[in-house]
């Protein structure tokens, strides 16, 4: 079974890791805001926010920033719950 | 717990479809239980909003560097730690390490 795109330790690679720091955005506090939230009100647990970021796609995985792929989980696995409808959030914004 | 400190251990190679913690690089290695943390919910089921129950044992794994990738970068000294949950782990027959 070929490894998921999430589960890279260990590939060789011989490009420098890129450990450059930035100040998180107001975005991003919030993303992380609201996960501690919904976990606290029961509605989600750290597994499933998990499982749902390696349920991306491989080529949108690579692209998105980290706080990029909570926000991707957070509205697929609400969205599987039923608690958010599906496209209920391109819907209030408009898109 | 079924394994102990000090013991060499296999990580089972196994596939898994859906959410696992075990990484795949460490898949089929052998290592050394650094420390028993205790048991924990299994993420393999909570993933899909079960509770996680019955909890699963979880282990800190000692790994050589170079078993896991014999290369020119490993150093003698170098380990990898990782923590490794009981039902991904098998006995291994082999004497102990002086």
Request: charged letters at 30%; aromatic letters at 8%; one cysteine or more.
């Amino acid at each position: 079974m070929e490894r998921a795109v999430h589960d890279r330790g260990g590939w060789p690679t011989d490009a420098r890791i890129d450990q450059s720091e930035h100040a998180l955005a107001d975005w991003e506090l919030l993303s992380d805001a609201l996960v501690g939230a919904l976990v606290r009100a029961g509605l989600m647990n750290v597994d499933e926010l998990r499982r749902g970021i390696e349920s991306m796609p491989p080529g949108r995985y690579e692209q998105a920033s980290y706080y990029e792929r909570w926000l991707y989980s957070v509205e697929t696995i609400l969205t599987e719950k039923g608690i958010l409808a599906p496209g209920e959030l391109d819907l209030r914004l408009g898109r | 717990m079924t394994h102990h400190v000090g013991e060499r251990v296999r990580v089972a190679t196994r596939d898994h479809e859906g959410h696992h913690r075990t990484p795949g690089y460490l898949k089929g290695r052998i290592g050394t239980v650094e420390l028993v943390h205790g048991s924990f919910a299994n993420p393999e089921s909570r993933a899909y909003g079960a509770d996680g129950l019955p909890e699963q044992p979880l282990y800190l794994i000692c790994f050589d560097r170079y078993d896991i990738r014999p290369d020119e970068r490993a150093h003698a000294r170098d380990r990898i730690y990782a923590d490794v949950y009981e039902h991904w782990l098998e006995k291994v027959n082999e004497q102990p390490r002086p």
